[in-house]
């Protein structure tokens, strides 16, 4: 169970950074015909948190991980 909730975290804090720092995002939703989610999704205001809760979970992860041996 601590493996699953350690690599769901880092996989998503690899994602929200690809999303924040490189036009991932734009191209996949044009890919999904959702560009009109691009105003609302490609904005810091909403990736930089998002990327931040994930570092958070990630380093209660590890925490936790460390706790347990």
């Known amino acids: 169970m601590k493996n699953k909730l ?25 890919a999904l015909g959702l560009t009109g989610l691009l105003g609302v999704l ?7 948190p998002v990327m931040a809760g994930f570092l958070i979970l990630s380093g209660y992860a590890i925490w936790r991980m460390k706790k347990q041996k």
């Open 42 to 48: 490609y904005n810091d205001v909403v990736l930089f």
């Open 6 to 30: 350690l690599s769901f975290s880092l996989g998503g804090t690899l994602l929200a950074a690809l999303c924040c720092f490189t036009p991932l995002l734009p191209i996949v939703l044009t």
